[in-house]
């Protein structure tokens, strides 16, 4: 009998980010994962892109050439939206951690995000 | 003449050398039966072989509990009206998290032993129970009464946790919620189980445990307060003042 297919397994992972029907719990969960994922990738490329200055100015002018183009723009958005998601998130965690609106965390979550919204428009405002 | 639909009862089944696959039922319900009404009545009226686990139909053994519609429901208090509509599908899985044994029946014998290794209490007196509106001093002749613990032992919060999807070691939301509810005080051997990888530091502040709980013993909550202790033990002992 395949009993392994329900027990839990680290190759699960998976169901992270899948939340429907779930609570909003969940959907908070997923989003500090994805957003987790999102930054850790900007990182490394981050650490690559600062690494062609030991090539000489010339190869990161060359780059900083690149970030002119819409895509590479867009996708800076995503870094500063995922990083302002991310870190309010973090805060409500925080909070609730310190045993701090355990029984609100819902409104908590729906609050801090609300003003990552408007930080996001902001920062849209002035990127574009 | 009281209202009846009509449903689709699709069951999860597995058995001893199958591949899992749903099997449907049709059937005629009364909106204001409970889910488990629909599953006993696949099994009396369309198939003997459909295999789960139930027994106080009241919620207090904790038996019934099962993913309807995929989220995890204590199947003799959910209403059917409350989960499905007339002419709709209705579907019940088995909880995640634990091994199938047969179709909706799963193995909790490593649960219950991770509620053992925290000393979970069925009863305890009922001074020291979280009720509404505790009297401020137990009088002596009351304090020497017991009552049911909360938490009833279903397994619905382990099923709900992501966390415990992927790390069959961690303890797990009820496990944790009944370590809170024995105190690192009173049981100061306890640190050495929750406060460690898979203990209460793994839990990622999901609250799915507690949405889920039909109990209301609120496992997150609990947690956290949990840590708190573990904290204060930390502090305790790196004080000297354990």
Redesign the interface.
């Known amino acids: 009998?395949?009993?392994?297919?329900?027990?839990?397994?680290?190759r699960?992972?998976w169901?992270?980010f899948i939340p429907?029907?779930?609570?909003?719990?969940?959907w908070?969960?997923a989003l500090n994962r994805a957003t987790a994922i999102g930054l850790t990738i900007y990182l490394f490329l981050h650490l690559i892109i600062l690494g062609k200055l030991a090539q000489g100015p010339g190869a990161y002018d060359q780059f900083l050439e690149l970030t002119e183009n819409p895509f590479i723009k867009f996708g800076e958005w995503l870094v500063v939206a995922a990083a302002i998601l991310h870190g309010l998130n973090g805060i409500?965690?925080i909070l609730?951690?310190l045993?701090v609106g355990?029984?609100r965390?819902k409104q908590l979550f729906f609050g801090l995000m609300a003003i990552a919204l408007v930080v996001i428009l902001i920062f849209t405002a002035r990127m574009y | 003449m009281s209202e009846m639909w009509k449903i689709t009862l699709r069951v999860h089944r597995q058995k001893e050398g199958e591949a899992p696959h749903f099997d449907n039922f049709t059937m005629e319900v009364n909106p204001d039966e409970y889910v488990i009404d629909a599953v006993e009545r696949a099994w009396a009226f369309h198939d003997r072989t459909v295999c789960f686990r139930h027994a106080c139909h009241h919620s207090t053994c904790g038996a019934c509990g099962m993913r309807v519609n995929g989220v995890e429901k204590l199947t003799c208090i959910t209403l059917m009206r409350d989960v499905t509509s007339n002419g709709a599908t209705l579907r019940v899985e088995p909880l995640r998290n634990f091994p199938v044994v047969s179709d909706l029946a799963v193995d909790m014998g490593h649960f219950y032993r991770k509620m053992e290794r925290v000393g979970a209490r069925a009863v305890l007196p009922v001074s020291e129970a979280e009720i509404e509106n505790p009297p401020g001093e137990w009088p002596p002749q009351d304090a020497q009464y017991i009552r049911l613990s909360d938490c009833i032992e279903c397994g619905l919060c382990i099923s709900a946790c992501p966390v415990m999807a992927t790390t069959p070691e961690y303890l797990g939301p009820a496990p944790l919620a009944a370590a809170q509810d024995n105190g690192i005080r009173r049981k100061p051997e306890l640190l050495s189980v929750v406060d460690c990888e898979d203990g209460v530091w793994r839990c990622h502040s999901v609250f799915e445990c507690t949405a889920v709980c039909p109990s209301f013993v609120d496992p997150a909550r609990r947690i956290m307060d949990l840590r708190r202790q573990v904290v204060g033990a930390r502090l305790r002992n790196l004080f000297g003042k354990a």
């Open positions: 009998m395949d009993i392994t297919r329900n027990q839990p397994s680290a699960r992972f169901s992270w429907f029907r779930r609570d909003i719990g969940s908070a969960f409500r965690i609730t951690t045993g355990i029984t965390q």
